[in-house]
């Protein structure tokens, strides 16, 4: 089966806990803390992969989490840390956030990697919390729980051409001649179901073509197979717009040609802009000269018209010339220019309040951002620093203790006098 876009929900690997832990030995009592910090979990990474053609993995499986890290160990060894877990994509496939639709990245390049989520700190073991003060923590952290997210990832395929037209008119046959791929050819409408890649040789010259379902008027109000596969064609260099010169299907050569740049332009303006030449195809039935000359007269030279027959073989060098032609004026395929979206870590904000006597003392990250943050003699600044307290629980906290008003409380190193 051939898929194209996946809704996937993925998660990276919690932190392990720091645990709390003395260390032992045959008659000693009081051995020091020894309480390893946990392991890191594991990233969720995403790696563009040449060998694969579609997203069909991920139709499957939805759901992707990361190992988690180990909790610590005594005698101060580390957890393990979670394994990443590499989830591999075709090129071309653009992930993006579900929620908000930002675009993470463009897995553009063949080994490509991106971290998309980054795994939890691991907890610190109670030997970390060991100071001058305080020697026997019985305390320690746990580890940082991840959260889920879910991405959409998007299959647009990286071709130099694009093969656009009604169902029926060869752009498949053209495909098989062109270049050595073998899709389904059938003389009904809709033979091909889902985009096929070719790559086709011009002396030293090399270029991918892809061929897409057949397009009708309507598409993209959704008739036919709609024109969600346009997708496929949306950062090719060029299109060749083919079209069945025999009118054995009873259309008008020339009215195919408008219908269908007229559904290009509604997918998208810029679609429509992209360098077209015009294929003529089936020039071996019988008429089709004919048809030819009428199509001519309507196009009034406006468009560059490669005559062929994909059955015979006709025309077919003339058109890989026309192609590489066209091609070598323009810049290679890039990648899409955009914004990029990162999932960010909250920063973990954490503080720890002990006694000292009458005082208390506030340490921690929490206390450290604050002393970035506030200036001790500005007034302002020391009402953000009281609104901060108070809105992170320490206060409270600090009357939980037995602070009263006139208690001493020491934060990052500063004295002040408990307010409430
Ligand atoms: N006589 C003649 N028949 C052709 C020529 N090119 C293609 N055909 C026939 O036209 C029919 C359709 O060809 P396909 O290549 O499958 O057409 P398509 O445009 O890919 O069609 P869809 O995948 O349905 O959009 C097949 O029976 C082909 O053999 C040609 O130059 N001359
Ligand atoms: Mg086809």
């Known amino acids: 089966m051939f898929i194209d876009r996946a809704l996937i929900t993925i998660k990276a690997g919690d932190g392990g806990s720091g645990i709390t832990s003395f260390m032992h030995f045959k008659g000693r009592v009081n051995g020091g803390p020894d309480g390893g910090d946990g392991g890191k979990g594991g990233d969720i990474v995403f790696v563009a992969d040449k060998h694969l053609t579609n997203l069909s993995d991920y139709y499957y499986k939805t759901k992707y989490v990361a190992e988690s890290g180990a909790p610590g160990e005594p005698k101060d060894c580390f957890g393990r840390a979670g394994k990443d877990l590499v989830l591999k994509v075709p090129l071309g496939t653009v992930i993006k956030d579900r929620e908000s639709g930002g675009i993470i990245a463009d897995m553009f390049t063949d080994g490509q990697r991106k971290v998309v989520l980054v795994g939890g700190d691991g907890g610190k073991g109670n030997a970390k919390f060991a100071n001058a003060r305080r020697h026997a923590p019985h305390f320690s952290q746990t580890g940082e729980k991840t959260e889920s997210k879910q991405v959409v990832l998007e299959l647009k395929t990286i071709a130099d051409v694009g093969l656009v037209g009604f169902p029926n008119v060869g752009k498949s046959t053209i495909l098989s001649r ?51 596969f346009l997708r496929h064609i949306e950062r090719t260099r060029m299109l060749v717009h083919v079209i069945d010169m025999s009118g054995l299907e009873g259309r008008d050569p020339y009215e195919d040609y408008l219908k269908i740049n007229k559904e290009l332009k509604n997918y998208s303006p810029q679609l429509a802009k992209v360098k077209q030449i015009i294929v003529a195809n089936k020039l071996d039935i019988y008429g089709a000269d004919e048809n030819l000359k009428a199509f001519k007269e309507k196009i009034k030279g406006r468009k560059k018209i490669i005559t062929v027959s994909a059955v015979t073989g006709e025309g077919l060098d003339k058109l890989k010339q026309a192609i590489y032609d066209v091609l070598v004026k323009l810049p290679p395929v890039q990648p899409l220019e955009f914004e990029e979206f990162n999932y960010v870590k909250p920063e973990r904000l954490d503080y720890e309040i002990f006694k000292e006597g009458e005082t208390f003392v506030v340490t921690g990250t929490l206390v450290d951002v604050l002393k970035r943050n506030v200036v001790m003699d500005d007034m302002n600044s020391l009402a953000y620093l009281h609104k901060v307290l108070k809105d992170r629980g320490i206060i409270a906290e600090l009357r939980k203790m037995g602070a009263t008003d006139k208690s001493t409380v020491i934060i990052g190193g500063e004295e002040f006098e408990f307010i409430d």
């Not at 890649?197 to 897409?212: H, K, P, R, T, W």
């Open 178 to 228: 062109i270049t050595k791929a073998r899709p389904k050819i059938a003389n009904y409408h809709f033979t091909t179901l889902s985009p096929n890649l070719g790559v086709s040789e011009y002396y030293d010259n090399q270029f991918v073509v892809a061929d897409i379902p057949g397009l009708i008027e309507g598409a993209s109000d959704g008739a036919g197979l709609g024109i969600e």
